[in-house]
């Protein structure tokens, strides 16, 4: 007796290696299954997308499969993902790191991550799932992923001195405040010295704020642009852009 994931089966197999749009499997199998059983074959989307998430065929975009015999899906060990797994993490993170938003588009290789790393304990679900480029997973992978923030925070909060960003600095503050509070990464030093500047105060004392923005300094472990052309950016885009100068020194790529 012939089962609805026999026949769908049956037809990838006769057409492995090739990319299969849904469409074409569901004509065929319900004409032949209502041919060899008599019955109606209601749901063959519902076929396709099990032997998928059993790992038996490969998603090559929504709505169209490949079967490949030799395909070797990942196990399903719990601190590895499946390849569902990270299509769904992909799809969720719109195809773009999560941090700098490069897409493969674009050039970059993008990778599926664990927020809590198995190192750690942390498991292969969809919630501890992210999507880097292989420039911020290298980051992350050297840093962890609080290090790997207050370490972009660090770089944007000395943006905000130069740019004398009064909002994201005391945004960015209060962030590293709370670093501080928790004694996460107290290792990474953060410039102090606006730290107890705040926006009402500024505006009593002006000649206090100047001199303290102009002592800020970058920490050891950061690179600022200092070629001038750092005013006519956003101070998002530019820590962006400072980010990947200043890791790609950390990381000596
Ligand atoms: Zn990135």
Redesign the pocket.
């Known amino acids: 007796m012939i089962t609805q994931r026999d026949i769908v089966l049956e037809f990838f197999k006769n057409n492995a290696n090739k990319n299969v749009l849904t469409a074409e499997v569901v004509d065929w199998v319900t004409v032949e299954y209502k041919k060899r059983t008599k019955k109606p074959f209601r749901d063959p989307d519902r076929q396709i997308r099990q032997l998928y998430s059993d790992g038996i065929l490969q998603k090559i975009k929504n709505g169209c499969y490949r079967y490949d015999p030799n395909y070797k899906p990942s196990t399903v060990s719990g601190d590895s993902f499946t390849q569902a797994q990270r299509d769904e993490i992909l799809e969720a993170g719109n195809y773009r790191?999560?941090?700098?938003?490069?897409s493969e588009v674009e050039g970059?290789q993008l990778h599926v991550d664990h927020v809590v790393p198995r190192s750690k304990g942390g498991r292969a679900t969809i919630d501890n799932g992210q999507v880097?480029?292989s420039?911020?997973?290298n980051m992350k992978k050297n840093y962890g992923q609080t290090e790997t923030c207050k370490r972009m925070y660090n770089v944007l909060y000395q943006q905000a001195v130069n740019l004398n960003d009064q909002k994201m600095l005391s945004f960015l503050r209060d962030v590293m405040e709370v670093y501080d509070k928790h004694n996460i990464n107290s290792h990474i030093n953060w410039d102090q010295s606006n730290r107890l500047v705040k926006p009402t105060s500024i505006h009593k004392n002006a000649k206090t704020k100047k001199a303290s923005i102009k002592k800020a300094r970058p920490s050891k472990d950061l690179i600022i642009d200092t070629q001038g052309s750092i005013q006519k950016e956003s101070s998002g885009k530019l820590a962006k852009k400072l980010m990947k100068t200043s890791s790609s020194n950390i990381n000596n790529e």
């Open positions: 790191c999560c941090i700098c938003g490069v970059a880097l480029c420039h911020h997973n």
